[in-house]
Structure formats: structure tokens, C-alpha cells
């Protein structure tokens, strides 16, 4: 069997198989980092991206 690509909120630890899920998610939920995000605002997605390499690298330890 072929794995998912599933796509993490960088923000919390749900899961999307869609991009247009987890940007759905993202404005719905997270609106600010979405918003930061928007204005390039590279200290947010430097956060989002050490963010969800910590929670791979935990995840593959469990």
C-alpha cells in the first residue's frame, strides 16, 4: 500500500490530505498566521517550519 502525503498545520497538530483543507483550516482557525504569513512575514513561517520538523522528528521517535 502507497502512503498518504498528508499535510500538517504548522500551527497545531491536525492533519490534511488537501492543501485547500489545511488553507481552509489556516483561515478559519489560525487567521493571524495567516495573515502573517500573507505579508511576508518570514519569521512566522521560519516559526511554522521549525514547528513542524519538531513535531516529524518527535513523531518518528515515537
Do not use: N
Request: hydrophobic share 35%.
Amino acid at each position: 500500500m502507497v502512503p498518504v502525503d498528508v499535510m500538517q498545520c504548522p500551527v497545531c497538530a491536525l492533519k490534511f490530505r488537501f492543501s485547500s483543507e489545511l488553507e481552509q483550516h489556516l483561515s478559519l482557525e489560525h487567521p493571524k498566521f495567516k495573515a502573517e504569513a500573507r505579508s511576508g512575514d518570514e519569521q512566522a513561517l521560519s516559526d511554522a517550519r521549525r514547528t513542524r520538523q519538531i513535531r516529524k522528528e518527535a513523531a518518528s521517535e515515537e
